[in-house]
Structure formats: structure tokens, C-alpha cells
């Protein structure tokens, strides 16, 4: 709703967006929005994100928490160009979600570098990502006796991108934090990612 134009009808993504205020190129209307914060949980298949989202959702009602992969129910990104097409749609959900006043956190493995080089980021204070991450051997015991993944392939894709995540802090233009959850337990974790948003908000 906040991406239409109420005086010419204008839903294109082809607004201009100036500070808290959204231009239509059509007709010169503008309109204030609510700009808040929003956040990304990521790291490997395995490590945990699910899990810790399921556990922040009972922790707290102060965020809308959603997974990132109910949009595989609805489309198939097979290229960049429609991997940046699912992130925009992240994006257009979460700044009408903003107009509540209730900033979101997603959980998502994939794309955390496309992030800030999308039309949507520009409705939004501050794009911040926590990366989850376990040691090599914990999240091999996690995927083979936790979710019974026997792709070995898979396996090894999870160890190298959790080993990213754990010896760097940018991933294209992305920048993030990290958090060993090697030795929490699920509640734990989602305490400490708690903590973490509330940091964030409070150093905005």
C-alpha cells in the first residue's frame, strides 16, 4: 500500500524515496512513511536460524518474525535477477509491516548480499544482519543426526559458507555481526539475538 500513489494510482516501483517521504514521478504526489529498522538472521543450512526464529516468536511481540523460504512456495529463483526479484518482495513486505510501527526480523540463508543494492532497502533506517554460526564439527552433528541430511554435497556447501561467516564480517556490500551458538541451546540463542535487535534499535 505505501509503494501506490492515492492521487493517480501509480504502483510502479519507480518512486523516489527522500528521507521519510515517497515522490510519484507521474503526478509529483508525496507522502510521509514510517522508516524504521530492519533485520536479517543468517548463516548455513543447519545452524539453527529456523529454530531460533521459532523461539524469538515465543520470547517476544514487539517484531513481526517471518522465514524468508515461504517465498519458495511462490516462486523459484533460478538466476540473480529473480534471486533480487524475492528480495524486493522481502523488502515491499516488510515496509508496509513498518507502517504498524513493528519492525520485522527475517531468517534467511541466501541473497544477504543483495540487500542493500535493491530499490526496497531505501525504506528503511537501517538493513541489520546477524550471522549464526556453530563450529565445523557441531554443525556436522547438527545436519546429519539433527535433520538426517545424508548429501554430502549439502554438508560440505553448509561447512564452507558457515566457515565464510565465521572468518569475515562483510559478504558483498553487506556488512554483519556474528554469533557462535555452538554450545545454546535454541532458547539461548534466541535471548542473545534478542538482545542484539534491542542493541541495534538503541544505536540506530
Avoid at 512456495?73 to 523488502?91: A, R, T, W
Avoid at 510501527?101 to 541466501?110: E, H, Q, S
Avoid at 552433528?141 to 560440505?156: H, L, N, S, V, Y
Avoid at 554483519?176 to 535487535?197: G, I, Y
Amino acid at each position: 500500500m505505501i509503494g501506490t500513489c492515492s492521487r493517480c494510482g501509480n504502483h510502479e516501483w519507480d518512486k523516489a524515496v527522500e528521507g521519510t517521504e515517497v515522490i510519484c514521478p507521474k503526478c509529483g504526489n508525496r507522502w510521509k512513511f514510517q522508516k524504521l529498522p530492519i533485520f536479517f538472521l543468517t548463516g548455513c543450512s543447519g545452524v539453527g536460524k529456523t529454530t531460533t526464529g521459532i523461539e524469538l516468536q515465543r520470547l517476544t511481540k514487539e517484531y513481526v518474525i517471518l522465514d524468508a523460504d515461504m517465498f519458495y512456495n511462490v516462486m523459484h529463483p533460478q538466476n540473480e535477477k529473480e534471486n533480487y526479484d524475492m528480495v524486493e518482495q522481502i523488502f515491499s513486505l516488510s515496509k508496509n509491516i513498518s507502517q504498524s510501527g513493528k519492525m520485522t526480523v527475517w531468517t534467511m540463508a541466501g541473497n544477504i548480499d543483495k540487500l542493500p543494492n535493491t530499490y526496497g532497502s531505501h525504506f528503511f533506517e537501517k538493513i541489520n544482519v546477524l550471522a549464526l554460526t556453530a563450529t565445523s564439527e557441531e554443525l556436522r552433528r547438527r545436519m546429519e543426526e539433527g535433520r538426517r541430511i545424508e548429501d554430502k554435497d549439502w554438508i560440505q556447501s553448509s561447512l564452507d559458507y558457515n566457515n565464510y561467516f565465521r572468518t569475515h564480517n562483510t559478504i558483498g556490500n553487506t556488512k554483519f555481526e556474528s554469533l557462535d551458538c555452538t554450545n545454546n541451546p535454541p532458547t539461548q540463542v534466541a535471548e542473545k539475538v534478542l538482545k542484539w535487535v534491542k542493541r541495534c534499535c538503541n544505536t540506530k
